[in-house]
């Protein structure tokens, strides 16, 4: 089955303590990008990956981290988290030259 | 379900209305725009998809219209059903170098059918 697969779905941690969210997709696509949600601010973008080694930030990468080492995968890293990365996550991905992004089940991320 | 936004505009219908949800977008660089649904836990589903040269597609009971004069874009259903409720987005790309992988999402309206 083709899908995004994100890891984990829910997460509780404390400022400052280094957290990986993983990414995965089983669909050969070289565009894979991550986005958080927020209430009342919709879907704003992190950061993005056109293929492997190629990165590149989107709208609000402060605090986070990627790294694209392999097609299928694309790890988002909180170095030092803090509450106001308490958010709910999206991990998605496509081919090249389409907008149709499949999106991962999100994660809930809470930074107490 | 998890609450994907407080304050989004909101449309109520009853089932087997048509539905017309309204996009505004800014960036007048914008070529390429998409429409996805949200349900109450999921991620986003793309729906449908415009570039900038056609100002009209169509998809099985969903239409884009694209108005580049006024940056206007919307989405109607056809012949509304409960499963149709959710929140809806509008996104863009932008043309050229390295921000065509930006990819910017309107806040979202939330749709909701009546039986």
């Known amino acids: 089955e083709a899908q995004v697969t994100q890891n984990p779905r829910y997460l509780i941690t404390v400022t400052g303590k280094k957290l990986t969210v993983t990414c995965s997709q089983n669909?050969?696509?070289?565009?894979m990008s991550w986005y958080r949600q927020d209430p009342g601010l919709g879907l704003r973008q992190i950061y993005y990956s056109m293929n492997v080694e190629v990165t590149d930030k989107g709208d609000v990468p402060e605090g986070y981290k990627v790294s694209r080492k392999e097609k299928r995968n694309f790890p988002l890293i909180l170095e030092s988290p803090s509450p106001n990365q308490t958010s709910l996550y999206f991990c998605?991905?496509?081919?090249?030259?389409?907008?149709?992004?499949?999106f991962g089940e999100g994660s809930r991320l809470t930074v107490l | 379900g998890e609450s994907v936004g407080l304050h989004l505009p909101t449309l109520s219908v009853q089932e087997g209305d048509n539905s017309i949800i309204n996009c505004a977008y800014s960036n007048s660089a914008s070529d390429y725009f998409i429409w996805y649904k949200q349900e109450s836990g999921k991620g986003p589903q793309f729906i449908i998809d415009i570039r900038s040269n056609m100002d009209k597609r169509q998809g099985q009971r969903v239409t884009v219209l694209l108005n580049k004069t006024v940056k206007h874009l919307s989405l109607q259903i056809a012949a509304t059903q409960p499963g149709d409720s959710a929140v809806y987005f509008c996104?863009?790309?932008?043309?050229?170098?390295?921000?065509?992988?930006?990819?910017?999402f309107g806040q979202g309206t939330i749709l909701t059918v009546h039986p």
């Open positions: 669909m050969n696509h070289e565009y």
């Open positions: 996104a863009e790309i932008s043309a050229g170098g390295t921000s065509y992988g930006k990819l910017t």
């Open positions: 998605a991905s496509r081919p090249g030259g389409t907008g149709e992004l499949f």
